[in-house]
Nanobody, 128 residues
């Protein structure tokens, strides 16, 4: 069982940076791949980024590639999403998720069905 809690969201202006954190409970965190998804009002949830269990592999949606960076600290049971050059279209509720136990590759990570556990989400609003 893994419980996830996101933090770090807020209201920011376009062009600035924001870092989201996702704290996980449980001793098996380091054996899960982690992903970030987002859902804007009236839209379906979409994949943002994923990172393998050991941080050795990452994968990004085209819309955030070059602006967002996913990382993890297994000693702290935490995964991060560094978001730079934010745009109004990045406005959404951001969710972290855990999947791929134990220590699987990132094949299939763009599908929310690949993940077993989800956080409650944190709101990010980017004003123009």
């Amino acid at each position: 069982q893994v419980q996830l809690a996101e933090s770090g969201g807020g209201l920011v202006q376009a062009g600035v940076s924001l870092r989201l954190s996702c704290a996980a409970s449980g001793r098996t965190f380091s054996s899960y791949a982690m992903g970030w998804f987002r859902q804007a009002p009236g839209k379906e949830r979409e994949f943002v980024a994923a990172i393998s269990w050991n941080g050795g592999s990452t994968y990004y949606a085209d819309s955030v590639k070059g602006r967002f960076t996913i990382s993890r600290d297994n000693a702290k049971n935490t995964v991060y999403l560094q978001m730079n050059s934010l745009k109004p279209e990045d406005t959404a509720v951001y969710y972290c998720a855990a999947g791929g136990y134990p220590r699987k590759t990132l094949v299939g990570v763009t599908s929310d069905r690949w993940y077993d556990y989800w956080g409650q989400g944190t709101q990010v609003t980017v004003s123009s």
